[in-house]
């Protein structure tokens, strides 16, 4: 879905590899505002906490999605004191016990931080997305990024790793993409 993925499958394969992104469609319009602030309140967030969101798969190498980065950068900024709440929406999160303990003891620790380790039905996710101000991808490496995607169709500002496929659409002209070393 990416030059990043032609990239890599065109080393090994046999035949041309074409880049199909996903569509990625732009709402006609926005969740209804009372939704969306009963979905915050329901989670446990205030009407006035600013939100930055991170949502992934834990069923998904932690490493890669890379959200221990996103916690440890939060807990050292003066944000949570400011009224922000992190928010990390996952599910199968202990799919690597180790992994997601390791997490779910890193957000405890710090001040400000939600772990949202569950399903969510279509309306919630996107009434979490709407009430996100930013939304961050700290990922070392996406295939695509499907979530940046849709917050940038919804509006949202964008915080993320300037590496793999998101470089095929999120720049400085319209998000803030984070420079990175490959180790």
């Known amino acids: 879905p990416s030059r990043y993925c032609q990239e890599i499958f065109a080393q090994v394969a046999k035949v041309p590899v074409h880049v199909v992104p996903h569509v990625v469609a732009v709402p006609a319009s926005l969740p209804d505002p009372a939704a969306v602030m009963r979905t915050k309140l329901e989670l446990g967030l205030a009407a006035n906490d ?43 999160l202990f799919d690597s016990r180790e992994q997601g303990e390791q997490l779910s003891k890193l957000c405890k620790e710090a001040s400000g931080v939600m772990l949202i380790n569950r399903g969510l039905d279509m309306d919630a996710m996107h009434n979490l997305m709407a009430m996100a101000d930013i939304y961050a991808s700290p990922h070392c490496s996406e295939g695509f990024g499907l979530t940046v995607a849709e917050a940038m169709a919804m509006g949202k500002v964008v915080v993320a790793t300037d590496y793999s496929g998101t470089g095929d659409f999120l720049d400085s002209s319209c998000g803030f993409p984070v420079r990175y070393e490959l180790e």
């Open 50 to 92: 600013r939100v930055i969101l991170y949502a992934f798969d834990g069923a998904g190498y932690l490493v890669r999605k890379n959200p221990f980065a996103l916690v440890r950068a939060f807990a050292r900024s003066s944000l949570a004191q400011e009224g922000w709440k992190l928010v990390l929406k996952t599910k199968n």
